[in-house]
């Protein structure tokens, strides 16, 4: 079929008095043509209007299509069956052509932004590798609508706190706030209602109000309002991930940072310059940020445990001994862990990604080895390394010990450590003497052999000869102060022949 401009050059050509074999020749169709052109004397392409195959049946094609809730293949499946025989590509076009199962086109819209007065910020489920395995982690960005300048991170998981700590991050960046943040209708954000009905979680609200900034929900299905945070995915998850490897999330959030600064510093057809030369005019209508930024964390109470730990999201970190068993306040940063006995710092520590069943020790809170490793010699006790250095005598006494009860000395030496504690030298020694020279190592002979020795000098011992004499004793007593004296010395010097005579 021909069509409208040759039509009209056949009907030009015969107006200037041209022949059909001229006209024909000329435009290179038929003379057949030429006369049915000119037969019709019209320029427009005539509709062609022919019977169609399923025009017959279309009342059980609406039938059907309403029975089979829109499933052409079904429909196709019991036209067969009631013997109406048609393609499934003519089922499906007359369908079209008919408006059957087909929503009414509408056009697209555009939205028009003025400098400083909207950003747009969502969320994407995006698939990188991450330390030489495929993970799936969730792509934060933030845009101006105006000059669009783009800020995108990634995190492992998406909750209200790491919505905090990403919009906090990008404000930074970016050094500016616009009047209002456009977001979608996640419960993250949004505590209740969709669109213009959509109500804050009380902590976005919070968070927006000391920026500065409002926080609006687009209406569900409306996806042109949010196109301008939306397009960017798509280049992200095409254009970056491309080709890349990942250490961890810090190193592909690094990157990620790097590569959106090259972004915003190409060029953009539909803008007619980059991004970062539209910040530069777009700045003096931005709100500038508060003076102080208060760290974005989140609050746990936590126990410190028998091993000196606490744990957060399977991870532990440790504590100083002296707080076993406090409960402590924890605050989870972006990037640490800090901890608080009240409103005093103890320590920090760098966060551990959640879920990663890491431990972090922090230099002074190690444990001490409570026993040594096999086949290595055990450090000495500070028990025992005061007695080894005390005298000759009971360094010969400890090493006896251990030789005699071998690992199971320690509790030997902790009595003779006692009896280092509580008895003078020099008796404590020389009865450690005799008990070596004859081979005794029972301590509690040994201490016997020491108390000897000592009584005369501590205790004042009765001489045993019968009451009568200590009832005399005590009238002489009374009777002269001297004669006390002198009994008191006697006394001591039969004490201590005494002794002398049963040591020997």
């Avoid at 505590?191 to 109000?209: L, N, R, S």
């Amino acid at each position: 079929m021909l069509d409208r401009d040759l039509r009209a050059a056949i009907l030009t050509l015969q107006q200037q008095g041209r022949g059909v074999r001229a006209i024909g020749r000329a435009v290179g169709v038929t003379r057949r043509s030429v006369r049915r052109v000119l037969g019709s004397g019209s320029a427009e392409v005539p509709q062609l209007e022919r019977a169609e195959k399923a025009e017959p049946h279309e009342e059980q094609i609406r039938e059907l299509f309403s029975r089979c809730e829109g499933n052409l293949v079904r429909v196709h499946e019991e036209l067969g069956g009631r013997g109406v025989l048609l393609s499934y590509s003519t089922l499906t076009a007359f369908c079209r052509r008919r408006g059957i199962g087909q929503k009414p086109k509408e056009r697209a819209g555009r939205y028009h932004f003025q400098p400083g007065e909207e950003m747009q910020h969502d969320t994407s489920p995006h698939d990188a590798m991450v330390g030489s395995r495929l993970r799936r982690v969730h792509c934060a960005s933030l845009v101006l609508c105006y000059s669009r300048m783009l800020f995108a991170q990634v995190y492992p998981v998406w909750n209200r706190f790491w919505a905090k700590v990403f919009l906090t991050e990008a404000l930074k960046v970016f050094g500016r706030v616009a009047s209002r943040c456009v977001v979608d209708n996640a419960s993250i954000l949004v505590a209740h209602g969709t669109g213009k009905e959509a109500v804050m979680a009380p902590e976005i609200d919070a968070f927006g109000k000391h920026f500065g900034c409002g926080f609006l929900a687009h209406e569900l299905g409306d996806v042109n309002r949010s196109a301008c945070v939306e397009r960017p995915f798509h280049y992200i998850e095409n254009n970056f991930y491309a080709g890349r490897t990942f250490s961890d999330i810090a190193d592909l959030n690094a990157q990620l940072r790097a590569w959106c600064d090259k972004a915003n510093a190409k060029p953009k057809k539909e803008l007619g310059t980059t991004p970062l030369a539209l910040f530069a005019t777009e700045q003096t209508a931005l709100k500038p940020l508060p003076l102080h930024i208060p760290p974005v964390y989140r609050l746990y109470r936590r126990t410190v445990d028998v091993e000196g730990y606490i744990h957060l999201h399977t991870n532990r970190y440790s504590m100083p001994t002296e707080l076993i068993d406090r409960e402590l306040a924890v605050h989870e940063t972006k990037d640490q862990v800090r901890l608080f006995d009240g409103k005093r710092l103890v320590c920090e520590h760098v966060r551990a990604e959640d879920g990663a069943r890491k431990r972090s020790t922090l230099p002074g809170h190690e444990k001490q080895p409570r026993w040594h490793k096999a086949g290595a010699p055990r450090p000495p006790s500070p028990e025992e390394q005061r007695l080894r250095a005390d005298s000759p005598v009971m360094l010969r006494m400890v090493e006896a010990l251990q030789k005699r009860h071998g690992g199971r000395a320690t509790r030997k030496l902790l009595r003779l450590h006692r009896f280092w504690l509580d008895y003078p030298e020099e008796p404590l020694r020389s009865g450690l003497a005799v008990a070596l020279e004859h081979g005794l190592l029972d301590l509690d002979r040994i201490e016997s052999l020491v108390l000897r020795r000592v009584a005369g000098d501590f205790f004042r011992l009765p001489t045993g000869d019968s009451d009568e004499e200590d009832r005399s004793s005590s009238d002489n007593d009374s009777r002269s102060g001297g004669d006390n004296d002198s009994s008191a010395d006697n006394s001591d010097t039969h004490d201590n022949d005494t002794g002398n005579d049963e040591d020997t």
